[in-house]
């Protein structure tokens, strides 16, 4: 379109730079795309490498399509060989990393190679770090695990631990 009329779609990550060399990353008709575990009908994917930099993206609306995922290139950067592919999702929060399912394929780059995703899930990580003094404590926490189990909580710190209580002893 040559004039904005407000119902253009923009790329929320601008041109994605190409190169002599990609990769296709199928999204069939009936993937399943989850942002913060609902499903959505519509969603900008986009493919990163390890740089963070964007390089593939793609408007999904519910159908079958794919995205170019760009091989890096002298300055242009890109996906090097054998690098995983990240996707993450534009929302109205900011961009959020997800995990894909690959129904063929591999998630790693190979120029002129053909992959498929059967889902990818988008989901924001949250961490809080508490400092803890030698000896009895007390802590508490913003964040709301989705394992509440005492032993999923504390299971990264379990063995420098003695006992360790909640609110109902």
Known sequence: ANTDNGSCVVNPWGEVPTTDCNMTVLIPDGASITVEGEVVSEAWIGVT????????????????????????????????????LNFIVSTDEGYISGNATFSFGEGTYSCQALTGVSSIDFVSSISQQIELSEGWGIMSTYIEPSNTEMSSVFSGIVDNLTIVKDEEG
């Open 49 to 84: 490498n390890s740089n963070g930099d964007v390089v593939g993206s793609i408007y999904w609306f519910g159908d079958v399509t794919s995205i170019a995922v760009w091989g890096e290139e002298g300055d242009i950067p890109g996906m090097a060989f054998d690098e995983t």
